[in-house]
């Protein structure tokens, strides 16, 4: 009914103001914000948790609206199947089809493609959740659900923006890539890419993921991440578990070399102890440090969040260098010990450390692979433990860097400039973005992220959130970007 | 049926040879031999285990059966109660009862007290038993089968000594505490020998638990164990769980400090760093080293048995001395970081550490909790974490030794040289025995541990058994322990 509401408004307002100068649009985007704010709670709605698989139908149902919507929106739409996801269980259950739709195409204007996901992560009120989750509550200026922000929030309002913008005609040829498995690890999409570089990439000039957050309530556009080389450490000693009461003093353990191991990593302030790990980190411009001069971040605020009572770094720069542009180390546990509540007088037989480096550009999986793996074996030979060991790299997922001159990120900055009246923060995330990677090694396209969410979004927690402003100017925010790109 | 039998020819045989002299009561167990194997199989038949609240009808079942056959002994049984024991669940279920029996009660005779349980650890085929863990099986010369050397096959043994020893009228008052949930912590039996204490053990001289291993082939009586005091370091870094990608880096993580504060503890050679802590172990005696010299101990064997290539003393006294009489340390595992298999990228918040150190005469719980807790504390304000520690002491079990030249070690030395033609080993448990302390702070007896399972009966593992040789010859020693304890 609503839905209704709004196309018959955007005839009229079409028929009226045709063709709508530029700021009008802001103007349009203003007059239907509760209408916005509408579709965003009958999404939120639909508990389309794709690590749930009883929920599955309900990832399809989403699936399902949002092509409708685009539909809507005038554009076409292709369901492309990944075929079936296999369970723990051993049962097979169909996983969502990714959505290739194209909203113009017309070969004299520049196409951009937004990827987003209609999937969000578990929630139930019982988690903790002030509100029901599935149920989008509008307070103090914020909009309360499960996907506000990751990432129904940021896609519907790129959508919003396009809708927006088409009143006037868009200047440029928008494909969507959207898909339902994102919270899990975005099986089949990988596929998808490869199969579709000839096709349905073939003509793209950009490419924009939807799915990140600011740095503060200032807008800031990502233009790298870090990679990850994710490492086990396997130290075995007996052959079965012992009980430390008969053989603590007689053998060997095998937690105490690991734990020996893992204090050789990492010392008391963060540095790295692999000798040769900081060799290939990429030196720190003149240029480059003048973007962190401008990043509107506060360390009280992340202090506040966290609880953390100090940081190992305490300026601005020296934080946001550490998190984003040099590697860091993190232990992140060991499997095979005791890991229960209470107590238990056992020698584990088989510990398996687990630790991984997050690496920045130019250092190299393979390189810190062998720099890893020397260094622990070298460690252990001193120790003269009777015990194996084994390292092993799990992962060695490349750090991503883009360049922020390139046309898409002009075309952002100006947009930011445009709406927000600032520079936007160029930022980096601390995390693997292993989909922007992907992007751009497959496609051999330049990718850019461009959310809308806000540092403080609690997205995969409990209370997650939009603020309205975020929600409402990151609109403008798309609908100038797809202005300005036609531009540039 | 026989069971009918065995009284049949119990009968016959009282009234053919008594009073029989004490070597033909060996005789009368050879030939009864068959019998108690018999007996074995249908008490293992039953599925006692006391960790599994569906399985607590069966317990109470082992508990009358054994009831029963202590009455047709010629025994008198009070089953005393214990309540009713809470499940996380909330749920209540009635405790197995304690049974306190007693065979004799001639003033004039000395008491001897024994101890034993009838519950079992869990067993399914599932978990690589190579026969069904509830069928007893001779394979070999051994009798498989759970519960067959812990501790039913101990505690039948005993009873069956009894009754041989009986058919020419036992020697000394023998009395009886069977429990039936010894293999989860001995619930509620502190309460019944504190409300027994002017009751039930009023008389009674020697204490004696038939629940332990020989050191090898050779019969072993245990005289001492080591205490337990089991510690927690918390480290609390962050207030909830951070991703490694946005924050590796930038905070001091909990799990470093955690992994240093461990690495401090123990050497690559298993010495335990902290400071004072070897003050107050006892010096070994020349008396006490020759009792080491005869003990039959294969480290090859220990090798063969634990996969461990190496030991951390490669003699036999120097690897039993330190899995007896000197303090060990052993590191168990981390509550609160990841535990799984795969990967997590996590920084956690808050980790718990645990350890624990075996302690020996004449350490003392609370002086080694103010070492540990001082020493880890310094430590970590040498590292200047901004992060919170709490060291805490969970269990301060202290150490048992007994004195081996008290009547009961005498004749069960004398015992045991009467049947096998050795001197007994003079053997510690490097475990800890809450029941030998407890039964010697609330009664203020001397306790003895004599039982008769071997060291590799796998006892709570898979593929228990006792061999058939320790099982007949162990009856025969506990007849010659009743006999020789009357004439010390």
């Known amino acids: 009914?609503?839905?209704l509401l709004s196309i018959l408004s955007l005839l009229t307002c079409q028929a009226a103001l045709s063709p709508v100068p530029p700021d009008q649009i802001f103007q349009y985007i203003d007059d239907h914000q509760d209408e916005f704010v509408q579709r965003l709670k009958e999404w939120v709605a639909?508990?389309?948790?794709?690590?749930?698989?009883?929920?599955?139908?309900l990832v399809d149902n989403m699936m399902q609206i949002t092509k409708d919507f685009i539909l809507k929106i005038g554009g076409t739409v292709e369901m492309a199947e990944l075929g079936e996801q296999e369970l723990s269980s051993g049962k097979k259950i169909p996983l969502p089809p990714v959505i290739l739709a194209e909203i113009g195409n017309d070969t004299k204007k520049p196409t951009v493609c937004f990827y987003g996901h209609m999937d969000v992560q578990p929630a139930k009120k019982s988690d903790g959740w002030a509100t029901e989750p599935y149920t989008l509550i509008e307070k103090d200026g914020n909009l309360y659900g499960r996907g506000a922000s990751d990432d129904k929030g940021q896609v519907l309002a790129l959508l919003n923006a396009v809708e927006s913008v088409n009143v006037i005609g868009l200047p440029v040829n928008v494909k969507l890539v959207i898909e339902g498995m994102e919270e899990v690890g975005s099986n089949g999409l990988d596929k998808i890419v490869e199969e579709q570089k000839d096709g349905f990439f073939s003509n793209v000039d950009y490419i924009v993921v939807t799915d990140t957050p600011w740095l503060s309530k200032k807008p800031g556009i990502t233009y790298g991440a870090r990679g990850n080389c994710y490492f086990f450490i396997e130290v075995e000693g007996a052959r079965r578990d012992l009980h430390s009461g008969g053989f603590g003093g007689a053998v060997y353990e095998a937690m105490s070399d690991l734990i020996f191991l893992l204090d050789t990593l990492i010392d008391s302030k963060g540095k790295i102890l692999i000798p040769g790990i900081y060799d290939d980190v990429r030196s720190v411009t003149e240029e480059e440090k003048e973007l962190y001069k401008d990043l509107e971040f506060n360390l009280d605020e992340l202090q506040a969040d966290t609880g953390a009572k100090r940081f190992l770094y305490d300026t601005?720069?020296?934080?946001?260098?550490?998190r984003w542009r040099y590697p860091s180390l993190s232990i992140h546990g060991i499997e095979g010990a005791f890991s229960g509540s209470g107590t238990k007088t056992v020698i584990p037989a088989k510990?398996?450390?687990k630790f991984s480096i997050r690496q920045v550009p130019n250092m190299d999986p393979s390189i810190v692979e062998k720099q890893v793996t020397d260094y622990l074996e070298h460690k252990f030979s001193e120790r003269n433990s009777p015990n194996k060991i084994k390292v092993t790299m799990i992962i060695g997922a490349k750090p991503w860097l883009s360049d922020m001159n390139e046309p898409q990120y002009l075309a952002a900055r100006k947009a930011v400039t445009r709406v927000f009246n600032v520079n936007a923060d160029m930022i980096r995330a601390g995390g693997t973005i292993p989909i922007a990677k992907n992007f751009e090694e497959v496609l051999g396209k330049r990718v850019m992220l461009l959310g809308i969410g806000g540092p403080d979004d609690s997205t995969h927690g409990q209370n997650e959130k939009i603020s309205k402003y975020n929600y409402i100017e990151g609109t403008k925010l798309y609908a100038a970007f797809l202005q300005e790109l036609a531009s540039v």
């Open 1 to 3: 009914m609503l839905f």
């Open 46 to 57: 639909i508990e389309s948790d794709s690590s749930d698989p009883t929920k599955r139908g």
């Open 316 to 322: 601005k720069e020296g934080l946001l260098m550490h």
């Open 351 to 353: 510990v398996i450390g």
